[in-house]
């Protein structure tokens, strides 16, 4: 869980990093994703990197969602007979919400590549020009798709700053004062990316970026 | 206090059990939540019923023998409490109080709020021991310990086994004792000769025992009636991964 999650996250502040490029203007972004594509060259072939990328952060995922399921089942076997009187869990909110959140988590990611990626529920999908699909998509009048991603990326929040706290907890994090301070980097971590991905949508909104 | 109690009811590890309510009166707020108990047991003797079985000794918090789940919180309300020092006090006249056992997988109920948990003892006896020397006690200061092992040590040799961790788990995980267990010896040069073997073979028991697995949840150590802290699995983990690592750590090489 730990080591595939962490590659995540390397892959999240990659991304969220790009993203805010769009306040440098529609040249600069397009330029950027354009560079994407074409890193590695003359060496790589276009798109090889890309591939490459696409590949291991997929085995990532594949894993991380495999050793969810395997300590899910086994959390399961562990109680076969549940209790009566059951109250909810005392000690945090993101650690109660680490399973279903992963599930909306995956949800979004399929919603994000077919919006911005392949552009199947993009109102623009133009590949050479994804300054303009993120303005489409974030229109006023497209309401509704801002609210998607702001549920995707608040659940993330949530399911960081458990997990990235368990993270370091797995790979030996020790003392309990390395502890405390595990879990404040984990939440100021968790709350700066979600400003980080979140200040994008809301810009458009608000009609900063257009 | 009169009280109005709903308790596990299951005569052997073979019968599917239910939960049973019993009113009990004139209890006293003085009274420890097992001293309440006898006096329903009384009663229930007298009327010829068959009487709650529950695990109990020393009723002074340090044995480990007493536990059950009550209002769904493992030792009851108050933090840093076994059942046995929990009182009467803590609960007002006229509460419906839900009492249930241990409910784990490896932990089979014998009876009503009793059950097995020699779960743990296989854990133990998979590396939770020294190869001490027999004869006289050897002189105190002949092996120096680190004021900060000593104390972190202590603190994980506070554990009594009573089994709250794993009644608290929301994954049915006993890693909190696991690693009480072995970073309590794993801080000490009596405990470094097993060190390796130990974690791994205790690992593995535990995982043997049906017991689920840690996510560090957390809700382990805020039941523990000896405070054993969160970051002892951190601890627990540190030296499995490096006993994974080296050759020495696995058993038999």
Redesign the interface.
Same mark, same amino acid.
């Given at each position: 869980m730990a080591v595939t999650g962490i590659l995540l996250v390397l892959f999240l502040i990659a991304h969220m990093i790009g993203n805010l490029k769009i306040f440098f203007g529609p040249a600069d972004f397009d330029h950027y994703a354009h560079w994407l594509r074409t890193i590695g060259a003359p060496v790589l072939p276009e798109d090889w990197y890309l591939w490459g990328q696409r590949v291991l952060l997929g085995a990532a995922l594949v894993a991380h969602i495999w050793a969810a399921a395997v300590l899910a089942r086994r959390a399961r076997a562990a109680r076969p007979v549940r209790y009566v009187h059951r109250p909810k869990v005392q000690v945090s909110y993101a650690a109660r919400t680490m399973r279903w959140g992963g599930v909306i988590i995956a949800l979004f990611v399929v919603y994000h590549l077919l919006d911005l990626t392949t552009g199947d529920l993009n109102p623009v999908a133009d590949q050479r020009r994804p300054y303009a699909n993120v303005v489409a998509d974030f229109a006023p009048e497209r309401w509704w798709v801002t609210l998607i991603y702001v549920i995707g990326i608040v659940t993330l929040g949530f399911h960081l700053r458990h997990g990235m706290f368990s993270a370091l907890r797995s790979l030996g994090q020790q003392t309990p004062r390395g502890e405390r301070r595990a879990r404040s980097a984990a939440l100021v971590f968790a709350v700066a990316l979600c400003a980080g991905y979140l200040v994008v949508p809301f810009a458009v909104l608000a009609g900063l970026v257009g | 206090m009169n009280l109005t109690l709903?308790i596990?009811r299951q005569k052997g590890p073979d019968d599917p +059990?239910r939960?049973v309510t019993y009113p009990v009166t004139d209890v006293s707020p003085d009274m420890s939540f097992l001293e309440m108990l006898d006096v329903l047991n009384e009663q229930l003797t007298l009327a010829g019923d068959d009487p709650v079985a529950f695990d109990h000794d020393c009723r002074e918090g340090i044995c480990g023998a007493c536990g059950m789940?009550i209002?769904?919180?493992a030792h009851g309300p108050e933090k840093a409490t076994t059942v046995c020092q929990l009182h009467m006090r803590h609960f007002s006249d006229g509460d419906t109080i839900?009492i %249930?056992p241990w409910? /784990?997988? /490896?932990f089979p109920v014998i009876k009503d709020l009793v059950v097995d948990r020699g779960a743990l003892d296989r854990i133990i006896a998979a590396g939770g021991y020294i190869t001490a020397p027999t004869g006289s006690a050897p002189e105190a200061h002949s092996q120096l310990v680190r004021k900060a092992d000593a104390d972190a040590a202590f603190e994980s040799a506070a554990c009594i086994g009573c089994g709250a961790c794993v009644a608290a788990c929301?994954?049915?995980?006993a890693t909190l004792f696991l690693a009480a267990k072995v970073t309590h010896l794993s801080l000490l040069p009596q405990g470094q000769p097993e060190r390796m073997t130990r974690v791994v073979g205790m690992v593995d028991a535990h995982d043997a025992a *049906?017991? *689920? +697995?840690c =996510?560090?949840? +957390? %809700?382990c150590s805020?039941v523990c009636p000896k405070e054993i802290?969160?970051? =002892?699995? +951190?601890?627990l983990?540190?030296d499995y991964?490096r006993a994974t690592r080296e050759r020495s750590g696995t058993p038999g090489t």
């Amino acid at each position: 869980m730990a080591v595939t999650g962490i590659l995540l996250v390397l892959f999240l502040i990659a991304h969220m990093i790009g993203n805010l490029k769009i306040f440098f203007g529609p040249a600069d972004f397009d330029h950027y994703a354009h560079w994407l594509r074409t890193i590695g060259a003359p060496v790589l072939p276009e798109d090889w990197y890309l591939w490459g990328q696409r590949v291991l952060l997929g085995a990532a995922l594949v894993a991380h969602i495999w050793a969810a399921a395997v300590l899910a089942r086994r959390a399961r076997a562990a109680r076969p007979v549940r209790y009566v009187h059951r109250p909810k869990v005392q000690v945090s909110y993101a650690a109660r919400t680490m399973r279903w959140g992963g599930v909306i988590i995956a949800l979004f990611v399929v919603y994000h590549l077919l919006d911005l990626t392949t552009g199947d529920l993009n109102p623009v999908a133009d590949q050479r020009r994804p300054y303009a699909n993120v303005v489409a998509d974030f229109a006023p009048e497209r309401w509704w798709v801002t609210l998607i991603y702001v549920i995707g990326i608040v659940t993330l929040g949530f399911h960081l700053r458990h997990g990235m706290f368990s993270a370091l907890r797995s790979l030996g994090q020790q003392t309990p004062r390395g502890e405390r301070r595990a879990r404040s980097a984990a939440l100021v971590f968790a709350v700066a990316l979600c400003a980080g991905y979140l200040v994008v949508p809301f810009a458009v909104l608000a009609g900063l970026v257009g | 206090m009169n009280l109005t109690l709903r308790i596990w009811r299951q005569k052997g590890p073979d019968d599917p +059990g239910r939960m049973v309510t019993y009113p009990v009166t004139d209890v006293s707020p003085d009274m420890s939540f097992l001293e309440m108990l006898d006096v329903l047991n009384e009663q229930l003797t007298l009327a010829g019923d068959d009487p709650v079985a529950f695990d109990h000794d020393c009723r002074e918090g340090i044995c480990g023998a007493c536990g059950m789940v009550i209002n769904g919180v493992a030792h009851g309300p108050e933090k840093a409490t076994t059942v046995c020092q929990l009182h009467m006090r803590h609960f007002s006249d006229g509460d419906t109080i839900d009492i %249930e056992p241990w409910r /784990a997988k /490896a932990f089979p109920v014998i009876k009503d709020l009793v059950v097995d948990r020699g779960a743990l003892d296989r854990i133990i006896a998979a590396g939770g021991y020294i190869t001490a020397p027999t004869g006289s006690a050897p002189e105190a200061h002949s092996q120096l310990v680190r004021k900060a092992d000593a104390d972190a040590a202590f603190e994980s040799a506070a554990c009594i086994g009573c089994g709250a961790c794993v009644a608290a788990c929301p994954n049915g995980s006993a890693t909190l004792f696991l690693a009480a267990k072995v970073t309590h010896l794993s801080l000490l040069p009596q405990g470094q000769p097993e060190r390796m073997t130990r974690v791994v073979g205790m690992v593995d028991a535990h995982d043997a025992a *049906g017991f *689920g +697995g840690c =996510t560090n949840i +957390g %809700e382990c150590s805020a039941v523990c009636p000896k405070e054993i802290p969160l970051s =002892t699995i +951190g601890r627990l983990n540190r030296d499995y991964l490096r006993a994974t690592r080296e050759r020495s750590g696995t058993p038999g090489t």
